[in-house]
């Protein structure tokens, strides 16, 4: 059976991959959560590469890689600098680099002294569009996170370049969410570009949580990909 590893968006758990469950019935799925996130402990994963080696670490041989924000950055890392153990690879709503790394510096320090509740708002607004339902549920799932887990994901992020994506060889779908105020459509295009055969797939009325906003679309792109 092959098998599909999840890693998600930072500040979230498993949960938010509850809507791929039921297509992804046919694999051997694996769950890898960020530290502090979850049921993970802390550890002291400060860089992309110490949590890609994470998840090396959680799975035998090889697999295809579904990542979503900081998860893609993982996959990327990881069908880069080890082909031989990524099949396909689907990166959504991530990019090669988010944004200027101060942001997520001083987001990791508001997060230290103030804990996640001072962010949560904002965060939410930019996982959903204003017409999805209740975010409550992602509410408590973000406050659920270990703040220093958080912070520390915060500094990996920080760090991430998207150096060396051009080496990716594994078959990759690239996906976008048309209202994503983090990895703009624009942004997922350029990603695209870079990892050689790419496909680019832009899902209208999504913003950053593609996959829990619009699971219909994306668990038929996901399923057209991994089989």
């Known amino acids: ?118 962010i949560a708002d904002a965060i939410l607004a930019r996982w959903f569009t204003p017409s999805f339902g209740s975010v409550e549920p992602y509410r408590r799932m973000l406050v659920s996170i270990d703040q220093e887990g958080y912070a520390r994901c915060c500094e990996a992020l920080a760090g991430w370049t998207g150096e060396g994506i051009e080496r990716i060889q594994a078959p990759t779908l690239v996906v976008a969410g048309a209202d994503d105020p983090t990895v703009t459509p624009e942004v997922a295009a350029e990603l695209s570009e870079r990892i050689p055969g790419a496909r680019l797939a832009v899902l209208d009325d999504a913003a950053h949580l593609a996959n829990v906003e619009r699971p219909d679309e994306f668990n038929r792109l996901l399923e057209e990909h991994l089989r």
């Open 1 to 118: 059976m092959t098998t599909v590893v999840l890693s998600g968006s930072l500040g979230s758990t498993a949960m938010m991959w509850d809507p791929q469950r039921a297509v992804l019935s046919g694999f051997e799925v694996v769950d890898v959560e960020h530290p502090g996130h979850g049921d993970a402990p802390v550890g002291d994963g400060r860089t992309i590469d110490a949590l890609a080696a994470r998840v090396l670490a959680a799975v035998d041989g090889p697999f295809s890689f579904v990542g979503l924000s900081l998860g893609g950055a993982l996959g990327m890392r990881i069908a880069a600098d080890h082909p031989e153990r990524v099949e396909r690879l689907v990166l959504a709503c991530t990019a090669a680099q988010f944004g200027d790394p101060l942001q997520w510096r001083e987001r990791a320090a508001t997060v230290r002294a103030e804990g996640l509740e001072v």
